[in-house]
Each structure stands twice: as C-alpha cells, then as structure tokens.
C-alpha cells in the first residue's frame, strides 16, 4: 500500500474513512507481529506520522531486542 498521511489529513486525497482503515491494518499487522514475537501489546495508538505502543515481555528479552 503506497499513500501519504500528514499531521491533519490535510489535502493527502485520501478521505477519513481509508486512513482509518489504513490504521486498523496497522494495528493487526503490529499485534500479529507482536504475537510471534511473544510480546503482549497492552495499548496502540497509530497515529499520522508515528505509533505509540505500550507492552510488556519477559525479562530474557531487553528493550532493544523488541524494538
């Protein structure tokens, strides 16, 4: 999928609906990564330009393993 979302939604010639689905995509996509992973997400948030996520994993693992 090739688009372009800036902060706004402001003249991107997407509408609304399809940067909402493009989120939703993002969110399976990171939770099935995460699952593989062994990694529990606890809250997501896509947002425009970056994601915010919140999780936790075993202590075997460090932070830049996950990242």
Request: proline content about 3%; aromatic content about 4%; overall charge negative.
């Amino acid at each position: 999928i090739q688009t372009t979302i800036s902060s706004g939604l402001q003249n991107t010639g997407t509408s609304v609906l399809q940067h909402q689905s493009l989120y939703g995509e993002m969110k399976a996509i990171l939770q099935k990564v995460a699952e593989l992973a062994d990694v529990q997400i606890q809250e997501i948030e896509v947002m425009p330009e970056h994601i915010h996520i919140l999780c936790s994993f075993k202590p075997k693992y460090s932070v830049t393993d996950i990242v």
